[in-house]
């Protein structure tokens, strides 16, 4: 069995932002080269960490998973309130209930995207 290399951990370099600026071409190689991650301060207070692209588009990816996955609770939360409410509906009265619904709904992201 082969022994596997450890991962190396980039080195976390503080500049304030004149420093920053004036080395940004270093900056951007040495944080996409995976050498450092950088921090940014401005007097004195860090205001920006500079990170690889491939660990952006991990977050993004994070993020956007955690807000499905929060948008899916949220939807089996209203569903089971809804079915609790509606036990005497048939089926046929329900699937018209959710058509309306979801009709609505449609109409609410269509304004909501002409107003953007």
């Known amino acids: 069995m ?9 080195n976390v370099r503080i500049l304030d932002a004149s420093d920053a600026r004036d080395h940004l071409t270093e900056v951007i190689d040495s944080v996409s080269d995976g050498i450092d991650e950088v921090v940014i301060e401005r007097d004195g207070a860090p205001k920006i960490a500079v990170i690889s692209y491939e660990e ?49 709904v449609r109409r609410e992201r269509l304004a909501d995207s002409s107003h953007q």
């Open 56 to 104: 952006y588009q991990d977050i993004r990816a994070r993020r956007e998973k955690e807000r499905r996955q929060q948008a899916i609770a949220r939807l089996r939360k209203v569903a089971a309130e809804v079915s609790a409410q509606n036990r005497d509906l048939t089926g046929d009265e329900a699937d018209k209930l959710a058509e309306r619904y979801v009709t609505e």
């Open 2 to 10: 082969a022994l596997q290399k450890p991962i190396a951990q980039p």
